[in-house]
């Protein structure tokens, strides 16, 4: 499957911003897929993501009620709304697809084959 990130940008602390994935080659919906970021020197860290075909979404502590993961499975785009952001979450972001994923090594970047662009996201304070 090929991907497609795009959505970042630059937003004051507090802001939005939505993140769009896009697919080719296979069907997302039936995919595990999720979203990591990368900031500067660290590593990169799972961010929230759909586990195989399932509807509950999975979220990392830092963003638990901030961020709200989804996917238009007519589309074949997922989607990441963010919200009350923090200049802690600029980042890289990365969507990342697999068929492959075990629940155990889902938040696991390693677990993913196929990845996106990346787009940046930058918050200011």
């Known amino acids: 499957v090929q991907l497609q990130a795009c959505g970042g940008g630059l937003v004051q602390d507090g802001g939005s911003l939505k993140l769009s994935c896009a697919a080719s080659g296979r069907t997302l919906s039936t995919s595990t897929m999720a979203w990591f970021r990368q900031a500067p020197g660290k590593e990169r860290e799972f961010v929230a993501g759909f586990f195989r075909s399932g509807y509950r979404p999975y979220y990392a502590d830092s963003v638990q009620g901030r961020f709200t993961i989804s996917r238009d499975n007519a589309k074949n785009t997922a989607f990441l709304q963010m919200n009350s952001l923090r200049p802690e979450d600029t980042a890289v972001y990365y969507c990342?697809?697999?068929?492959?994923?075990?629940?155990?090594?889902?938040?696991?970047?390693?677990?993913?084959?196929?990845w996106g662009q990346g787009t940046q996201v930058t918050v200011s304070s």
């Open positions: 990342a697809a697999s068929s492959s994923v075990i629940l155990s090594a889902f938040r696991d970047p390693r677990s993913y084959h196929n």
